[in-house]
Nanobody, 125 residues
Framework: QVQLVESGGGLVQAGGSLRLSCAAS????????MGWFRQAPGKEREFVAA????????YYADSVKGRFTISRDNAKNTVYLQMNSLKPEDTAVYYC??????????????????WGQGTQVTVSS
């Protein structure tokens, strides 16, 4: 069982930055690939970024590539999402997820086993 707790959301102006954190419980954190997803009001949840258990591989949605960076610190059982050059369309609830899944499934939310409660990110224009 893995419990995930996100933090770091908030209100920021367009062009600004935020760093989200997701702290995980358990001693097997490094065995899980981690993903970040987001859901805006009235929209389906969408993939943002994912990282392998070792941190050696990452993958991004086209909409955030070059602006967001996913990383992890396995010693701290934490995954991060550094968000730069934020846009109003990045406004959403951001969720982290953990899954012992192949990289082929990283973008599929239903493949992940554990989810955090979400943190709100609001970008004003």
């Amino acid at each position: 069982q893995v419990q995930l707790v996100e933090s770091g959301g908030g209100l920021v102006q367009a062009g600004g930055s935020l760093r989200l954190s997701c702290a995980a419980s358990g001693r097997t954190f490094s065995s899980y690939n981690m993903g970040w997803f987001r859901q805006a009001p009235g929209k389906e949840r969408e993939f943002v970024a994912a990282i392998s258990g070792s941190g050696g591989r990452t993958y991004y949605a086209d909409s955030v590539k070059g602006r967001f960076t996913i990383s992890r610190d396995n010693a701290k059982n934490t995954v991060y999402l550094q968000m730069n050059s934020l846009k109003p369309e990045d406004t959403a609830v951001y969720y982290c997820a953990a899954g012992a899944i192949s990289s082929s499934w990283w973008t599929r939310d239903y493949k992940y086993d554990y989810w955090g409660q979400g943190t709100q990110v609001t970008v004003s224009s």
